[in-house]
């Protein structure tokens, strides 16, 4: 089946944290064999914000050089999607679009469902984009995932930030029409407005992700859907990599195919490069996965990739898309790997003592310290509202 609407992602873009703690330090401090870190959950090492980083900074940063190459005259609505919010009321959108100065005239909303928000954004988007071909949708996917410490989560935590850009005759991947939908009400993971850190129950979560995958496929397929067997490459949600792998293999036996190590790993390995390193960045992950993806593999010209959405509490989303031919000459690959290797590796402690920072919440004037170095800064509070800079 070939891919219909013409309309798909345009300029994909990345940003990561200042900050970045290895699995090692982690092993080293709480007695965990690193064996478990490396291969049984497969992560290496985990994004950490810096005291002047949040979702508004990395957001920012990863939409600046795609409004630096395409402009913002075409831009009419700007979905930022998040789990960890910054405010109950005010999307962390139009602080972006503020420190992008992006035209007045757009719509700009935030957008929650665990990690499958930026997927509704996109969807969304396709749909705008489709009304009036002539606009376009800047979707950012924007996280700090964080959990208490010492606890089991505390080994899948990450953060960073996806921006694309959704346009007709896009540059990069057009989207399929069919997609197939699951949602489900159960308590896997979630996240009480007076906490920072999230709740889960990580067998759980497990087990609702892979019966999320069954069930959006078994849709997928009633939409009319391409065959597992069309699919070139796979990128999963990803709250760690071997999460990618253990849905992979559960799509496949669902699909009475081939559940080989080595046929897993050649339709999902190069997905997980960037998460592998990053962490889980909660709706960002399946893009940054995509990102990794187009980075890496030869030429996807023209092959189609299947993309699975899970966010936690549930709702799950297959869908898929083809690769637009020309591709490689507007990645910016060496734009997301040196996005990656800036970071300045922590120890345990500084990690520890990032971790534990809270603002106090009586309205008083609390500066936070230089320490991100890149392009937005989020400056601290004042008279309770989150001050940003631009350098
Ligand atoms: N060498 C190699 N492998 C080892 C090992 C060693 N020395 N020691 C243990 N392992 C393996 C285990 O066998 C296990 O592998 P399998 O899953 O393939 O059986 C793996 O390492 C993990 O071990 P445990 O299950 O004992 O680990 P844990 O109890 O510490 O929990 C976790 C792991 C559930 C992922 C936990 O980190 C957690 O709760 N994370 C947050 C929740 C999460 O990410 N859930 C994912 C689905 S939900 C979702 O996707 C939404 C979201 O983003 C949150």
């Known amino acids: 089946m070939s891919s219909g609407s013409g309309i798909g992602i345009h300029d994909l873009s990345l940003a990561t944290t200042e900050f970045v703690l290895p699995h090692a330090a982690l092993a080293a401090y709480n007695g965990t064999e690193l064996g478990k870190y490396h291969v049984g959950i497969g992560q290496e090492s985990m994004s950490v914000p810096a005291a002047d980083e949040d979702i508004v900074t990395l957001g920012a940063a990863a ?20 789990e960890s919010s910054i405010d109950q009321a005010k999307s962390a959108g139009v602080y972006v679009h503020s420190l992008l100065g992006l035209p007045s005239a757009a719509r700009v909303v935030e957008l929650k469902q665990a990690c499958y928000g930026a997927t509704a954004g996109l969807q ?29 989560g505390e080994a899948t935590q990450g953060a960073a930030a996806v921006a694309m850009l959704v346009s007709a005759d ?36 497990i087990s609702a992700y892979l019966q999320a995958v069954e069930g959006c496929w078994k849709d997928y397929s009633g939409q009319g859907g391409r065959g597992l067997e069309e699919f070139a490459a796979f990128c999963y949600h990803q709250p760690f990599t071997k999460m990618a792998f253990k849905a992979h293999r559960h799509l496949l036996n669902y699909g009475g195919l081939d559940t080989d190590q080595d046929v897993i790993a050649a339709a999902i390995g190069q997905s997980t490069a960037y998460n592998r390193v990053i962490g889980n960045s909660y709706t960002a992950s399946v893009y940054l996965g995509l990102a990794a993806l187009l980075d890496q593999a030869q030429d996807l010209s023209g092959q189609a990739i299947g993309f699975l959405s899970y966010g936690s509490g549930s709702v799950a989303e297959f869908f898929a898309g083809e690769v637009v031919p020309g591709y490689k000459e507007r990645l910016r690959t060496a734009e997301n790997l040196a996005a990656i290797e800036r970071r300045t590796e922590l120890d345990y402690a500084g990690y520890r003592q990032l971790h534990e920072r ?30 940003y800079e631009r350098r």
């Open 63 to 82: 939409a600046a050089p795609i409004v630096e190459r395409h402009g913002s005259d075409r831009i009419r609505t700007v979905v930022f999607a998040t």
């Open 124 to 152: 969304f988007a396709l749909g705008l984009v489709a009304r009036d071909p002539s606009q376009q949708v800047l979707v950012i996917a924007s996280d700090v995932s964080k959990y208490e410490l010492d606890s089991p």
């Open 170 to 205: 896009p540059a990069l991947v057009r989207i399929d029409g069919p997609s197939g939908l699951f949602t489900a009400d159960v308590m896997d993971f979630w996240r009480p407005n007076y906490r920072d850190a999230a709740l889960v129950d990580g067998q759980e979560s």
């Open 358 to 387: 809270s603002f106090p919440t009586d309205g008083g004037d609390y500066p936070t310290p230089v320490q991100n170095g890149g392009q937005f800064r989020f400056a601290g509070l004042r008279g309770h509202k989150r001050i």
